[in-house]
């Protein structure tokens, strides 16, 4: 997730969502159900800031999934907020 956060106040929300779809990726291939989660809350809350808000829901929702089945209380939060 180096970059993401320097991205989006330089006005390159574009570069911050790549850089956030490659994290999430890699998270994936990783296959550690934590490391997923981080990258899916980081995701929808870019999208949410972007102005993506149903891109944001529709990434909660998979994060609402990945938390409640491996039951992430800080993710379930988050998720739901």
Do not use: M
């Not at 993401?4 to 850089?19: H, K, R, V």
């Not at 102005?51 to 929702?61: L, P, S, T, Y």
């Amino acid at each position: 997730f180096t970059g993401l956060i320097e991205q989006l106040p330089l006005s390159y929300p574009n570069t911050a969502l790549q850089l956030s779809n490659k994290g999430l990726s890699l998270a994936q291939r990783l296959g550690h159900p934590f490391t997923l989660a981080f990258a899916l809350d980081f995701l929808a809350e870019l999208h949410f800031l972007c102005g993506n808000i149903q891109e944001g829901h529709n990434v909660n929702e998979l994060l609402l999934e990945v938390a409640s089945k491996h039951e992430f209380p800080l993710w379930l939060a988050t998720a739901n907020l």
